[in-house]
Structure formats: structure tokens, C-alpha cells
T-cell receptor, first 116, second 114 residues
Framework: AQSVTQLDSQVPVFEEAPVELRCNYS??????LFWYVQYPNQGLQLLLK??????LVKGINGFEAEFNKSQTSFHLRKPSVHISDTAEYFC??????????????FGTGTLLAVQP | DGGITQSPKYLFRKEGQNVTLSCEQN?????MYWYRQDPGQGLRLIYY???????QKGDIAEGYSVSREKKESFPLTVTSAQKNPTAFYLC?????????????FGQGTRLTVV
């Protein structure tokens, strides 16, 4: 079974500063990795995903994430945040060899609070 | 515009009543999912369906039921057996049930049981 750990429940940061949101996963098999963003009272929107290939993945809104297999991590980064980036961010995994099953296992989320 | 529509956005029900949450998609996706979101707990999978007339239990299916009679629709019924039904419910769909495919989410339904 897979699990996802987002150790930081909240990350405060000043506008235009860099930010890193941490995600670690546990799995006995290879996985696909995702980052989703959720604005207040809305659904989730995909930021980026890692399926295979290059370990550095670029997503929307200037975000990127790096897959590190040895550390079982998939941290999300942005070099300069904006007020509009204030939202909750979820890391998720799905089993690469689960057959026709695209079940996502989510972390508990990290609230990114950008301050002026 | 293609997308997933959940209705209603807010729902209030008395304890002991069954309630059905609607989820419709016009993306022609085969797979659909229901998640429950509670503060500090992330999203947990309730039920999922990979094809019409077929669905499977997720991690927290007790007290919930679903149907998948049409490709576009995947309604969720919260029954009186669900001990703590107040939560934010999210419906999602993906082009197939294959791993790695992007899941598209609706705007959610916030259910409050009083």
C-alpha cells in the first residue's frame, strides 16, 4: 500500500520569496506522482505530474517538482511566489502497476500562505 | 465547455436522512471517483467506477452508495448509516482508469448534517 506524507500543514512566505513544499511517499512498487492545488471552496486542479523520464517536472503557474527515488520525495518549488498562489497544495501518488486502477492516494495537504 | 458539474454546492440535511449528491461530466471520461475531504485529513476515496454499470469500494465506503447507469453520471448517496457525514465531497473523472491519467475535479459539495 502507498502513503503520502506532507509534513508541513502550513507554510507562510512573503511575496516574491522562494518556496518549497515537501512531499514524501512510501510504496513497495513504482508510482506516479502528482501535485494538485485547491483554492478555497473549489475543486482540485493539476499542477504537474511525474510519470517517467526526466526527474525535474515543470508545471503550470511557474511551479516545478523534482522526483528523488532514493529519498522517496517529490518536493514542489517555486522561485518567486505571488499573493495569488495562496491555496492548499496536495501531493498524491498512484500505483504504476495497479492495472486499470487510477486510484490516487493523497497527502493531508499544505496551506501556502503568501503575505505581502 | 467540458467539465464536471457537482450539485448542489451547499447541502443541509437532518440527521438520519439519506441524501444524494449529483455529479455529471461531459468530458466523455470512462472513470469517475468520489472523494471525501475533511480538514487536516486530505482526500479519501469513497467509491470509484471504471466503466458504466460497474463500481468498486474505496477506502471509506461504509455508509455510502453509488450507481453508474450512464457514462456521464455518478451520483453518491450518503445514507443514515454514515456516522459522520458532514464533509466536503469531491467528484472526479479521468479519461480511463489507467494509472497516471489526470483526474479532473468538480467544484465540490459541502454537506452539513444537523
Amino acid at each position: 500500500a502507498q502513503s503520502v506524507t506532507q509534513l508541513d500543514s502550513q507554510v507562510p512566505v512573503f511575496e516574491e520569496a522562494p518556496v518549497e513544499l515537501r512531499c514524501n511517499y512510501s510504496s513497495s512498487v513504482s508510482v506516479y506522482l502528482f501535485w494538485y492545488v485547491q483554492y478555497p471552496n473549489q475543486g482540485l486542479q493539476l499542477l504537474l505530474k511525474y510519470l517517467s523520464g526526466s526527474t525535474l517536472v515543470k508545471g503550470i503557474n511557474g511551479f516545478e517538482a523534482e522526483f528523488n527515488k532514493s529519498q522517496t520525495s517529490f518536493h514542489l518549488r517555486k522561485p518567486s511566489v505571488h499573493i495569488s498562489d495562496t491555496a492548499e497544495y496536495f501531493c498524491a501518488v498512484s500505483d504504476k502497476y495497479g492495472g486499470a486502477t487510477n486510484k490516487l492516494i493523497f497527502g493531508t495537504g499544505t496551506l501556502l500562505a503568501v503575505q505581502p | 465547455d467540458g467539465g464536471i458539474t457537482q450539485s448542489p454546492k451547499y447541502l443541509f440535511r437532518k440527521e438520519g436522512q439519506n441524501v444524494t449528491l449529483s455529479c455529471e461530466q461531459n468530458l466523455n471520461h470512462d472513470a469517475m471517483y468520489w472523494y471525501r475531504q475533511d480538514p487536516g485529513q486530505g482526500l479519501r476515496l469513497i467509491y470509484y467506477s471504471q466503466i458504466v454499470n460497474d463500481f468498486q469500494k474505496g477506502d471509506i465506503a461504509e455508509g455510502y452508495s453509488v450507481s453508474r447507469e450512464k457514462k456521464e453520471s455518478f451520483p453518491l448517496t450518503v445514507t443514515s448509516a454514515q456516522k459522520n457525514p458532514t464533509a466536503f465531497y469531491l467528484c472526479a473523472s479521468s479519461i480511463s482508469g489507467q494509472g497516471g491519467t489526470e483526474a479532473f475535479f468538480g467544484q465540490g459539495t459541502r454537506l452539513t448534517v444537523v
